[in-house]
């Protein structure tokens, strides 16, 4: 594929659509259309039988090509850049350009041909978690076939019988943490009753990467970047929608965590898991569903509370960013700890990854050997003045008291969150149109909103998704995207 091609898909993927002066529901649904003519409608009541456009926003769907009566798809193993929340972009490793990778849709009972790319140094290997197929097309390295070398390709093909939230990734158990995900979802033959108006996919992913690393450390497990569909708050793109629909959010983990994610303002049933829909018997209300490591969680619920409602992990380290025990002391002691360079003392790495032989020991906190430069420290006064200015932020001084730092365990959110970490104007997108001043101050991690919205609001985020899509900074060669990587 040439390099625009390849630039634009990854581009689209990392930034969502956001960049391209579109949506990403909006790019979704521009691509659901092409790619799925029969299936997709933009009218918030849609005809019966043919299923929903699905979303996942921040993240693309993989374009389908027919062969005869075979969905073949390709997919690339690869390194990616991805940019987590304005000017904190990492490397990490996913799948055409992103990670999480580009989600799969597909109908129950469809033949599919997976065409697996091997574009990383090392050898990997694809594995459909819970799928039902034979098993030489199960992906488990060594044990169902040859790892796939670099540079090499598999080619899976099998048929689909079950339906629901299902996901693909590898089955190297470091790669996982690199993040190599991405969704599968089996559209029922048959409608699941009651239809719903929204259905959105949030895959769950955690990283531990240092101040100035770029580099994931896959050992580590101090988790301080924590992510939906490959986004932190505020950069996570809120889910629109009307009051008064039913709302499916279906929920996927692949992590080292398990996480707890809470619902303002309404109740939800919980009606599919990773083996797919559940019988309406088991539906009881909640409003936090515990999604454990490689499981998928479905929720539905009636949006019928106006109002921007949080939707997050409630583990509270996981509700924020670059959060770690030596980001505080690091920015706040004087000097660096003796007997230590700058690359050790400040956390930075010139050469090598966070995992070599080098620098695994001392970066790998929680393993213990060798982990002299990172140690758990409890909160420590600050000093008078602003330590922290970042371009883009709307900076101000912290509420507190004058009294502060003689109040035992100040600061704890003083300078993590408020309006002076707010940066409105950063992740400015019409689904955030609207939102009370200053709000991005308070959201990281794993945070976005479901956005309730009266049929005037709605329509007024819709119609500005419409303007920004005629008044596109960048030209989109949508030919492209059809046969990305051919
Ligand atoms: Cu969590």
């Known amino acids: ?25 909006e790019a979704q649904a521009e691509k659901s259309m092409r790619m799925r003519p029969r299936e997709a409608s ?26 005869g009566n075979v969905k073949e798809f390709h997919l690339v193993a690869e390194p990616v850049k991805q940019e987590i929340v304005p000017g904190r972009t990492v490397d990490l490793w996913g799948y055409n350009g992103s990670a999480p990778g580009p989600t799969i849709q597909v109908n129950q009972g469809d033949r599919v041909r997976i065409i697996v790319d091997n574009h990383l140094p090392e050898a990997t290997s694809m594995h459909w978690h819970g799928f039902e197929i034979p098993n030489e097309m199960d992906g488990a390295p060594g044990a169902s076939q040859d790892p796939i070398p ?12 079950q339906e629901g939230t299902y996901f693909y990734h590898s089955h190297m158990a470091m790669q996982e943490m690199m993040g190599m995900i991405g969704a599968f979802v089996m559209h029922p033959k ?13 895959i769950l992913q955690e990283y531990a990467i240092l101040p100035n690393i770029t580099v994931p450390n896959s050992m580590n497990m101090e988790f301080n970047w924590l992510t939906f569909n490959g986004k932190a708050g505020p950069a996570t793109t809120p889910l629109i929608v009307r009051r008064g629909e039913r709302v499916r959010i279906r929920l996927i983990n692949l992590g080292m965590d398990h996480h707890p994610i809470h619902l ?12 797919g829909r559940q019988p309406e018997s088991t539906w009881g209300p909640g409003n936090t569903v515990l999604v454990g490591v490689a ?9 019928n509370n106006p109002g921007d409602w949080m939707l ?17 002391p690091m920015s706040r002691r004087n000097g660096m700890p003796a007997g230590l360079d700058m690359e050790r003392g400040m956390g930075m790495l010139r050469q090598g990854s966070a995992t070599s032989e080098e620098n695994g020991p001392s970066l790998g906190r929680g393993l213990g050997v060798g982990s002299t430069a990172e140690q758990t420290m409890s909160n420590s006064p600050l000093k008078p003045g602003n330590p922290m200015q970042h371009q883009g932020m709307q900076m101000g001084k912290p509420n507190v008291s004058k009294d502060a730092n003689s109040v035992p365990g100040f600061p704890q959110d003083a300078f993590m969150e408020g309006p002076m970490m707010a940066m409105d104007k950063m992740v400015e997108k019409p689904e955030n149109f609207g939102l009370r001043p200053g709000w991005s101050g308070f959201m990281a991690g794993m945070m976005t909103f479901v956005r309730v919205l009266p049929p005037d609001k709605y329509d007024q ?3 500005l998704r419409e303007k920004k899509k005629g008044n596109k900074p960048m030209k989109m060669d949508m030919s492209g995207m059809e046969h990305p990587h051919e």
Not at 190 to 202: G, H, T, W
Not at 264 to 274: A, D, M
Not at 295 to 303: C, L
Request: charged fraction near 15%; charge should be negative; aromatic fraction near 8%.
């Open 295 to 303: 499981q998928s969680r479905d929720i539905e619920f009636v949006a």
């Open 461 to 463: 985020i819709m119609e």
């Open 1 to 25: 594929m040439s390099g625009t091609r390849r630039r634009f898909f990854q581009d689209a993927a990392i930034f969502g659509a956001g960049l391209l002066g579109m949506s990403s529901l």
């Open 312 to 328: 997050h992990c409630h583990l509270p380290h996981h509700m924020m960013n670059q959060m770690s025990s030596m980001v505080g």
């Open 264 to 275: 303002h303002g309404h109740q939800f049933v919980i009606t599919g898991t990773e083996g």
């Open 42 to 67: 933009h009218s918030h009541t849609p005809a019966t039988g043919a299923p929903l456009p699905m979303v996942t926003p921040d993240i693309l769907d993989l374009p389908v090509r027919m062969d």
């Open 190 to 202: 048959n409608s699941y009753k009651p239809r719903v108006d929204k259905d959105f996919v949030i």
């Open 150 to 161: 670099p540079g090499g390709r598999f080619i899976y093909e099998f048929s689909l019988h």
